[in-house]
């Protein structure tokens, strides 16, 4: 997950509306299925749906009452924890 990738998506959610990033990650969802793609792109298409989901997280602690800052570095701490379990 790329922390700048995903503070630039909060702030687009935030002057529109998070249904963009959703109806965003069906579409990237909807294109793995296809037979013909490769590898390296499902790796890209991967990497953008989890920023996706993750800006999706964050969101939510934003209107739980975080900042932005303190909802992306509550994020990436649940993510690192995770990993090193």
């Known amino acids: 997950m790329k922390l700048p990738v ?7 959610v935030e002057e529109n509306d998070q249904d963009y ?24 298409i ?3 749906i989890s ?3 993750g800006t999706l997280e964050v969101q939510k602690l934003v209107k739980e009452g975080a ?12 993510v690192l924890g995770a990993i090193d379990k």
């Open 67 to 78: 900042t932005q800052k303190e909802a992306l570095n509550s994020f990436m701490q649940r």
């Open 21 to 44: 990033i959703i109806e965003a990650i069906e579409v990237l969802e909807h294109l793995t299925e296809l037979p013909s793609i490769k590898d390296e792109e499902l790796d890209v």
């Open 46 to 48: 991967g990497e953008l």
């Open 6 to 12: 995903m503070k630039h998506l909060s702030q687009f």
């Open 51 to 53: 920023n996706m989901y």
